[in-house]
């Protein structure tokens, strides 16, 4: 079933939240206060938006997903019609599109599709937001596996993320598998070998996510000191208990390689093997 309800303020940063999205978009992109030609800004998909924030950056739902959420920033508009238009673009079939007027200058924009009665189809997807003679699209996937989302770069040191000025060494996560915590100069982040094939670690906010070839694997986790702290999940279901588990891995003082344990499952269940890496 389509919904077509959507919440676009004039204007935001009224709370202390909104604020910091404020001061966000505004260092990226420039005061949007100020006159100028229409924009879209910082078009995503993201799985739940909280005080009209989102929550996360969405790359591919779940086809168990409820619902598929798109978010968006306009600048620049003067109460002009936007059109959001969702194709399913494996088949080319326009599945819905939403108009809605905006308010003066900017402001932001939110559309909700939910999950029809037969499911959602697998493959890929797109959203397309114009008006003002301006456009902007985002694609996604839904797959058979997890939602998989990560961190708003953007807000990476806003409100998505743990406020640094009161973390300390006590509130982040204690490694289960016996590793001492060290501080490193290195990062995981880059290319590696390792027993279960090439790796690759990008850093995504507050995260670390990365990717292996055995099996079409992905990693998502954090770091405390020189210890990657997370969970592993592979094909074809990227769930537990066979397919998904923890992980951690331990760089070296030099931080050219890791040595860590992998198992299925989470907390309860004992280590089930190595995973040892170089890196390239």
Same mark, same amino acid.
């Given at each position: 079933m389509?919904?077509?309800?959507?919440?676009?303020?004039?204007?935001?940063?009224?709370?202390?939240?909104?604020?910091e999205?404020?001061?966000? !978009?505004?260092?990226?992109?420039?005061?949007?206060?100020?006159?100028?030609e229409?924009?879209?800004?910082?078009?995503?998909?993201t799985?739940?938006?909280?005080?009209f924030?989102?929550?996360?950056?969405?790359?591919k739902?779940?086809?168990?997903?409820d619902?598929?959420?798109?978010?968006?920033?306009?600048?620049? *508009?003067?109460?002009?019609?936007?059109?959001?238009?969702?194709?399913?673009?494996?088949?080319d079939?326009? !599945?819905?599109? *939403?108009?809605?007027?905006?308010?003066?200058?900017?402001?932001?924009?939110? *559309?909700?599709?939910?999950?029809?009665?037969?499911?959602?189809?697998i493959?890929?997807? +797109?959203?397309?937001?114009?008006?003002?003679?301006?456009?902007?699209?985002?694609? *996604?996937? !839904?797959?058979?596996?997890? %939602?998989?989302?990560?961190?708003?770069?953007?807000?990476?040191?806003?409100?998505?993320? %743990?406020?640094s000025?009161?973390?300390n060494? +006590?509130?982040l996560?204690?490694p289960?598998?016996?590793?001492?915590?060290?501080?490193?100069d290195?990062?995981?982040?880059?290319?590696w070998?390792?027993n279960?094939?090439?790796?690759?670690?990008e =850093?995504?906010g507050?995260? !670390?996510?990365?990717?292996?070839?055995?099996?079409?694997?992905?990693?998502?986790?954090?770091v405390?000191?020189?210890v990657f702290?997370?969970?592993?999940?592979?094909?074809p279901?990227?769930?537990?208990? =066979?397919?998904?588990?923890?992980?951690e891995?331990k760089?070296?003082?030099d931080?050219?390689?890791?040595?860590?344990?992998? =198992?299925?499952?989470?907390?309860?269940a004992?280590w089930?093997?190595?995973w040892?890496?170089q =890196?390239k």
């Amino acid at each position: 079933m389509d919904i077509t309800d959507s919440y676009k303020p004039g204007n935001f940063g009224a709370t202390e939240e909104e604020a910091e999205m404020v001061n966000a !978009i505004t260092e990226k992109y420039g005061d949007v206060t100020q006159d100028g030609e229409p924009r879209l800004l910082e078009v995503m998909m993201t799985s739940s938006i909280n005080n009209f924030i989102p929550v996360d950056k969405v790359l591919k739902y779940s086809k168990d997903s409820d619902k598929l959420y798109v978010w968006f920033v306009y600048d620049n *508009f003067n109460n002009d019609v936007l059109s959001i238009e969702w194709t399913y673009l494996n088949d080319d079939y326009l !599945i819905h599109t *939403f108009e809605s007027e905006t308010g003066e200058d900017f402001g932001r924009g939110a *559309f909700i599709l939910e999950k029809p009665d037969s499911g959602w189809p697998i493959g890929k997807y +797109e959203v397309k937001i114009t008006g003002a003679g301006v456009s902007e699209s985002v694609e *996604f996937e !839904i797959i058979d596996g997890p %939602t998989e989302s990560i961190p708003l770069e953007i807000l990476s040191n806003n409100v998505t993320s %743990t406020n640094s000025d009161s973390a300390n060494e +006590e509130e982040l996560i204690a490694p289960q598998s016996g590793f001492e915590v060290e501080e490193t100069d290195y990062s995981f982040v880059g290319e590696w070998t390792s027993n279960w094939g090439d790796m690759k670690f990008e =850093r995504s906010g507050d995260q !670390i996510i990365g990717e292996y070839t055995h099996d079409s694997g992905k990693l998502v986790g954090v770091v405390n000191g020189d210890v990657f702290i997370g969970t592993w999940s592979e094909s074809p279901s990227y769930t537990g208990p =066979r397919d998904a588990g923890d992980v951690e891995l331990k760089l070296s003082s030099d931080g050219n390689s890791f040595t860590g344990n992998w =198992r299925y499952g989470s907390e309860g269940a004992t280590w089930s093997g190595g995973w040892t890496g170089q =890196r390239k």
